[in-house]
């Protein structure tokens, strides 16, 4: 099983790689091609997608974990009765999606969006209603890969979805402006559904689609386990995605363009993370399964966790300058000061990720719920009233402020009370991991700047020198002995198993 995690991890980063490296060339091309005020259309249009992802209902979730144990029992029959099930359901809340999103474009004022703008972004949501009905429709095969632990499928398609997508982009958007990043969206995503189709059906022979499998027994049962994180999904979505709409309405499109230069490299940064730490959600699942203890592997997790964080955040805050300035020009610059207290907030909400992940897999996410309202509650207000003040800054202070509130104390708490482990040496990781993130970055980035380095070679040659140096001091000063060992041992088995095959 540690191989197969593995070489998942080592797929999800590939797919990570090739997903940041066309976003990274795209996002120029877009803002020279499309302008500030048009991509900043396009981020809302977006973002206003993700709404949608509410509606399933913490379903997948519960269809996941229904396909692991149906497996886990080797009950093919079982398995394409959740499948099934899992289709039909997940068809109603895509119809249910579409038909609300229709609903919301009779009323567009409430985007924040007028003008000539308004007429586009309508059209453009009517469209990609598409993507929304068949995107419900993948979820019970994401589930069933999750359940085989073959994440690298998910990754390898993913990957195959952000080249063709990003070629469609290069191709079309030059004549059809804003609408051919639709029709590439479109296109890319009906190419990578199809293929994953075809995977489910190669890698599991047995699996088959029929609606007399599908029964109001399994939904309750799926909704027994869902029924929980349903509230924690709308609470979570209204959080995360409302920070577009309160900028379109605080200050304007070409402003929400500069705050997604921070928000895109704050996403590609910690999803680099999460290729290696999110493999353990079914791990965490069989182990509950099992009444297991997890400890251990909750201890080691989360201390990965906070490692790769380390590495990545600080070599993020320490070129993001020099980055942004070449990238995408001086005219986002002010994207650095609004990462600099986003990376604070990721490195909190990234500390209670396994500690999150334990509590599903336990059934024990009853009062996650009710904590993520909270936060919401705690948020909202605060980043409107921070953001008049202090413009976008004042959005991510309010982001930092809670989430080291309820991540680091109030979840943990939580944790704390289903689970009674010890937590202090992660404490202690935490607070190291954030001096060494923020003093490595500041030496880093006062170097960079009296070497004037300002072209992609210079960039590319200190990142190439700096790089090694900081893992280097981060394995040393926040992993454990017994969890190096672990690393190196399990580096080495993929080393001589590369080798066995060659």
Not at 385 to 411: D, E, P, R, Y
Request: proline share 2%; net charge positive.
């Amino acid at each position: 099983m540690k191989k197969l995690l593995l070489k998942s991890s080592i797929f999800r980063f590939l797919e990570r790689a090739i997903v940041v490296i066309t976003s990274l060339l795209l996002t120029p091309y877009l803002i020279s091609v499309l302008g500030s005020n048009d991509y900043g259309l396009w981020v809302l249009v977006l973002s206003i997608l993700g709404w949608f992802n509410v509606v399933d209902l913490g379903f997948p979730q519960a269809v996941q974990r229904q396909v692991i144990q149906a497996l886990a029992l080797k009950d093919n029959h079982r398995v394409n009765i959740v499948f099934s099930t899992g289709i039909v359901l997940f068809a109603i809340l895509g119809l249910f999606s579409v038909l609300a999103l229709v609903g919301l474009t009779q009323v567009p004022a409430i985007f924040g969006v007028t003008g000539p703008d308004q007429l586009t972004l309508v059209q453009i949501l009517l469209v990609l209603s598409i993507k929304i009905f068949w995107g419900f429709l993948m979820n019970p095969f994401h589930g069933f890969f999750s359940g085989l632990l073959r994440f690298d499928i998910d990754a390898n398609l993913s990957s195959l979805n952000a080249i063709v997508k990003a070629l469609l982009v290069f191709w079309l958007i030059s004549d059809l402006n804003i609408w051919g990043a639709v029709v590439a969206t479109l296109a890319s995503d009906v190419v990578t559904n199809i293929l994953k189709v075809i995977y489910a059906k190669r890698l599991f022979p047995s699996l088959a689609f029929n609606v007399k499998l599908a029964s109001f027994n399994e939904i309750n049962e799926l909704f027994s386990y869902s029924k929980h994180l349903v509230l924690n999904g709308i609470i979570n979505t209204i959080g995360s995605k409302s920070g577009p709409m309160i900028i379109t309405r605080l200050f304007d499109l070409p402003s929400l363009a500069i705050q997604q230069i921070a928000a895109n490299l704050i996403m590609h940064t910690r999803a680099f993370v999460g290729t290696i730490t999110g493999v353990f959600g079914p791990v965490y699942n069989k182990m509950a399964a099992k009444k297991q203890n997890m400890e251990k592997i909750f201890i080691q997790t989360t201390t990965i966790n906070i490692f790769l964080a380390s590495v990545m955040f600080t070599c993020l805050l320490m070129f993001s300058k020099v980055f942004i300035v070449l990238w995408v020009g001086e005219a986002f610059e002010y994207s650095v000061s609004i990462l600099y207290y986003s990376v604070f907030s990721v490195l909190c909400a990234g500390f209670t990720t396994s500690a999150n992940s334990i509590l599903l897999a336990q059934a024990n996410h009853k009062l996650l719920s009710l904590i993520s309202f909270f936060i919401v509650i705690f948020n909202i207000p605060m980043a409107v009233f921070l953001g008049l003040k202090f413009g976008l800054i004042g959005l991510a202070m309010a982001g930092a402020i809670t989430n080291l509130i309820f991540n680091v104390f109030v979840k943990m708490a939580l944790f704390k009370h289903y689970n009674n482990y010890k937590t202090g040496e992660i404490y202690q990781r935490l607070a190291m991991s954030i001096f060494l993130v923020y003093s490595l970055s500041f030496i880093g980035s006062s170097i960079l700047e009296r070497l004037a380095v300002d072209t992609w070679l210079e960039l590319v040659f200190s990142a190439a020198l700096t790089f090694p140096f900081i893992v280097l001091i981060c394995w040393f000063m926040l992993l454990p002995q017994n969890l190096k060992v672990i690393i190196f041992n399990l580096l080495a088995d993929k080393i001589k198993l590369k080798k066995t095959l060659a």
